[in-house]
């Protein structure tokens, strides 16, 4: 937090006039001169005035906040009943926070140009999803020469273990340079979280291995593709299990705060609803988003008044034959060979559902039924 965003808040606590003013190195040493009571930090015959230091005089108290180029930023705080207890804190809070920021460019000149971008980028991002009226649009001193204007393909990857060390940013990123491209941008989000984003040429050449035909389903079989490749090789090299979700490409720099909101709203779906998955693509969980929206006390209640018609449904054996039937399009004779069990087999389960539930999933309107209260029963189990 910025000196000038905890004014307020300190002005609220002290309960009097508290602002921020600007003093060359001259005033400053002329109010330590005329000054009753003086405090210069750890070396008081310094001429420099430190971050902490402070000079009090008629009830008023400059406290250095920032001094550059000799150029000084001072808290003034109109009070004279302020205890020295309490503007020993604020210098203390002061010192402190100089000591970090100098420990946080001392480790930022350590790191490569394209992680030291990518944490401002980090940054920005956040504090856009954290606000009330977030900026959708990139600022210009972040679009790095208008590279981020191009479409891209955004991932979005949360590693499994929490005990295992982070590896390092240049580890990762070298390693999604030698699977995707050099032209990748890598992004670090909370803790075990990463944003990345591949060129739109993945999916060029992921749509002429597929299929000629170029419709929405092709390029959405593509990105599934890509991101399967994608897991497959960061499980085995890198972290182990993780997590990973894949959208529809586009302009980083107009849509990376809605886009980083998706992907993080399809893990959680994908978690939530499908347990033992690790590839979530959004387009394949619209159904649960939209359960999702629903209050947990109707979602309940409408799976309580469902269960009641039969205890089918929480059969191992059922739930792993319906699962399969609705993964394979709801085809009797893929769904057989899937669960190598012969065709009638499978047709005298779905006979038997009938007729203790009333619900024929072999039409439609019956199969988006069953679909539902699957759903909503591997939630409602788990909590």
């Not at 109707?298 to 449904?313: I, M, P, T, V, W």
Request: proline share 4%; glycine share 4%.
């Amino acid at each position: 937090m910025s000196t000038t965003e905890w004014l307020n808040p300190l002005e609220h606590i002290l309960n009097c006039p508290v602002r921020l003013v600007t003093l060359q190195q001259s005033d400053w040493e002329e109010l330590t001169k005329k000054a009753d009571r003086v405090f210069l930090g750890d070396d008081p015959n310094s001429r420099l005035a430190a971050e902490g230091s402070r000079v009090e005089q008629e009830g008023t108290v400059w406290i250095v906040a920032g001094n550059v180029n000799k150029t000084i930023e001072a808290i003034e705080i109109q009070s004279p009943g302020l205890q020295q207890r309490e503007l020993e804190l604020i210098s203390w809070t002061l010192r402190t926070q100089s000591l970090r920021n100098q420990t946080t460019k001392a480790s930022a000149a350590s790191l490569s140009e394209s992680e030291n971008f990518a944490l401002k980028l980090s940054e920005w991002i956040q504090q856009q999803l954290e606000s009330e009226e977030p900026s959708y649009s990139i600022p210009d001193s972040l679009t790095a020469g208008g590279k981020l204007f191009a479409e891209m393909i955004p991932f979005l990857l949360i590693t499994e273990q929490p005990n295992t060390k982070q590896a390092a940013f240049s580890e990762l990123e070298k390693l999604l340079r030698s699977f995707l491209a050099d032209d990748i941008l890598l992004i670090p989000l909370k803790n075990q979280e990463w944003l990345i984003w591949g060129p739109a040429s993945l999916l060029r050449d992921a749509d002429s291995e597929l299929a000629d035909d170029e419709d929405e389903e092709t390029v959405e079989d593509s990105l599934a593709s890509i991101c399967h490749g994608l897991h497959e090789m960061l499980a085995s090299e890198w972290i182990g299990e993780c997590h990973l979700a894949v959208a529809h490409p586009t302009s980083p720099a107009k849509g990376i705060v809605e886009t980083t909101a998706l992907l993080r709203e399809t893990i959680n779906l994908g978690r939530k609803f499908h347990v033992g998955t690790n590839i979530h693509l959004p387009w394949m969980l619209q159904l649960e988003r939209l359960l999702n929206a629903i209050p947990e006390v109707q979602r309940s209640r409408y799976l309580e008044h469902s269960l009641k018609r039969s205890e089918l449904f929480v059969e191992a054996e059922m739930l792993a034959t319906l699962e399969a039937f609705f993964a394979l399009d709801c085809n009797v004779s893929e769904t057989a060979k899937k669960l190598y069990i012969h065709r009638n087999t499978l047709l005298y389960r779905l006979d038997k559902l009938k007729q203790e539930t009333g619900l024929d999933v072999r039409q439609f309107r019956d199969a988006v039924l069953v679909k539902i209260i699957l759903l909503l029963y591997k939630v409602t189990k788990r909590n």
